[in-house]
């Protein structure tokens, strides 16, 4: 949402432009993701630049999958496309083996070559956590960066860190409130967040 509108939601990760950006979902209902979206974005204007795709044809490596990926982003020509979770996308193919996710890893470099974007690729972390994603072990030498989300068991904080193959890694924590995740670190004063608590409680305004 924050690369949509071209604002920074994190100082740590800011945002020098808008960018259009295409969402495949391949998981929950039409409704779950409506109720996750809105709160997720919170009061980010997107400027209809965040477009949300769930359609069961989506698929990575089936010919007529890869034409509706391909028929989308030639409507909507993004500058940002995300595949949410590669595992699902490749439903019906074996995520462990090196054939059936080479082909998938083809078609999304042949997707980035042609529409001159960048790809999010979600994909869902491993029984063990030290050993990083699911699936076969030539995902993680094929990315440029990896972004991983971590939360320890009892902790409702997210640790987030950014490991770019050619700059330097970034890390930040994250803790979900009012249902998004919000950064740890807060720059208000303690007489700002009081009158930020006081114009909360008179949404209609106060002289």
């Keep these: 949402a924050g690369l949509a509108a071209g604002t920074t939601v994190y100082d740590e990760l800011p945002v020098l432009r808008a960018c259009k950006i295409v969402y495949f979902h391949a998981e929950l209902n039409p409704a779950e993701?409506?109720?996750?979206?809105?709160?997720?974005?919170?009061?980010?204007?997107?400027?209809?630049?965040f477009v949300n795709v769930r359609d069961i044809r989506?698929?990575?490596?089936?010919?007529?999958?890869?034409?509706?990926?391909?028929?989308?982003?030639?409507?909507?020509k993004p500058d940002v496309v995300v595949f949410d979770p590669w595992q699902e996308l490749i439903s019906g193919f074996n995520e462990n083996d090196q054939k059936d996710t080479s082909l998938a890893r083809s078609f999304i470099g042949l997707l980035i070559d042609t529409f001159k974007c960048t790809v999010f690729l979600i994909q869902h972390m491993g029984n063990d956590e030290a050993k990083g994603g699911r699936g076969h072990s030539g995902m993680k030498g094929w990315r440029d960066t990896l972004i991983t989300l971590s939360?320890?068991?009892?902790?409702?904080?997210?640790?987030?860190?950014?490991?770019?193959?050619?700059?330097?890694?970034?890390?930040?924590d994250l803790v979900l409130q009012d249902g998004t995740l919000q950064s740890t670190i807060c720059s208000f004063s303690n007489q700002q967040k009081k009158l930020i608590a006081f114009l909360k409680l008179h949404p209609k305004g106060v002289s």
């Design 58 to 76: 989506g698929h990575l490596i089936k010919q007529d999958g890869q034409q509706f990926i391909v028929d989308t982003l030639e409507s909507y």
């Design 33 to 49: 993701l409506k109720q996750r979206i809105t709160a997720s974005v919170t009061d980010v204007d997107t400027h209809g630049n």
């Design 151 to 172: 939360r320890p068991k009892g902790d409702s904080h997210v640790h987030i860190k950014v490991e770019p193959r050619w700059g330097t890694p970034v890390s930040l």
